[in-house]
């Protein structure tokens, strides 16, 4: 039997970002403030390694008070009725993490492309381990619906949200 090793998130260095195209000319880009992540894994390569996040909607930050409180509303996250969002990994093989996203108690599986940048010890003797995590989801199969058209037809918010994950744990 294989000794399991657990790795807890360091939010000093980490965050949890999307981008959403606006208008269909740009991006606008926020992240969450609140979040909670963990590591189990019995190997050094993180190789079918257990990864879990979780967030608080209220927490949400696109550095627009009104934007932000949309957000919150029931238009999107609902942020009242549903003040978490998820993830639970099913599977890691290296380069794809795939698990259960849950927004608004809707859950679907998703796939994450990984880039692991190794183990470090810090200058304080802690050990920590670095991913990079990107990934598209279909806001509308979570029950994101708001949408809205512009006078000269484009769209305001376009279905497709990339996630950006940029993560460091701390070894226990």
Same mark, same amino acid.
């Given at each position: @039997?294989?000794?399991k090793t657990n790795w807890k998130i360091d939010k000093a260095h980490s965050e949890i970002a999307f981008k959403v195209? !606006? @208008?269909?000319?740009?991006? +606008?880009?926020? !992240?969450?403030?609140?979040f909670d992540a963990a590591v189990? #894994?019995?190997?050094?390569?993180? &190789?079918?390694?257990?990864?879990?996040? %979780? =967030?608080k909607t209220l927490s949400i930050n696109?550095?627009? $008070?009104e934007r932000d409180n949309h957000l919150k509303s029931d238009d999107f996250?609902?942020?009242? @009725?549903?003040?978490? *969002?998820?993830? $639970?990994? #099913?599977?890691?093989?290296g380069t794809t993490l795939t698990g259960? *996203? #849950?927004?608004?108690? &809707?859950?679907?599986?998703?796939? *994450?492309?990984?880039d692991f940048n190794g183990i470090a010890v810090d200058p304080y003797g802690q050990t920590k381990a670095g991913f990079e995590m990107r990934g598209s989801i279909n806001r509308k199969v979570f029950n994101l619906t708001w949408g809205a058209i =512009?006078? %000269?037809?484009? &769209? +305001? +918010?376009a279905d497709t949200v990339k996630i950006i994950a940029d993560l460091q744990f701390i070894k226990e």
């Open positions: @039997m294989s000794t195209k !606006h @208008m269909m000319i740009s991006n +606008v880009t926020g !992240h969450f403030e609140d189990e #894994t019995s190997n050094d390569g993180f &190789i079918d390694a257990e990864f879990s996040f %979780a =967030t696109t550095k627009n $008070k996250f609902n942020s009242d @009725m549903y003040p978490d *969002l998820k993830f $639970k990994s #099913t599977s890691f093989d259960d *996203l #849950t927004i608004r108690d &809707i859950t679907r599986e998703i796939e *994450l492309d990984v =512009t006078e %000269a037809g484009s &769209i +305001v +918010v």
